[in-house]
């Protein structure tokens, strides 16, 4: 349980922007490439994206695609931004995706700059009547709110 009284889960969560057809159009994405089938998504506009942020003051203005995972273990919360947060998924998915982890060889301003660049014109890069994201029946329940 966390400060807010939410429960929340073991795994990894995505936090995605719930008003961004490209946002859906990138959480399908995930939901047909991934292997593991253990990643929750929530949008961060929804009680837990928010209960997230607050705990996480230094994510107050963000409204980039987020990658969440608990204390476990005896390590602390982690919580990955924008281009961390997609290296995350690359390595979430595995396989070929893997391959977008030599991001990490680019300095984080220069990753960071193309993310930004995709970011602003992604509201342009898919139709905007794709934003409803209708998981099927079995995922639904990875849903979080």
Known sequence: MDGDGEQRPDGPILLYDGDCAFCAASVRLVLRHERRRDLRFAPLGGQLGQA???QHPELAGVDSVL????AAGGRPERVAVR????LQVARYLGGLWRMLLLGRLLPRRVA???YEVVAR???RLVREG?????????DRVRFLE
């Open 130 to 138: 794709d934003v409803c994201l209708l998981p099927a029946r079995a």
């Open 67 to 70: 990658w969440f995972e608990p």
């Open 83 to 86: 281009t961390q947060a997609v």
């Open 52 to 54: 997230i942020r607050r």
């Open 112 to 114: 960071d700059a193309v």
């Open 121 to 123: 014109h992604r509201r």
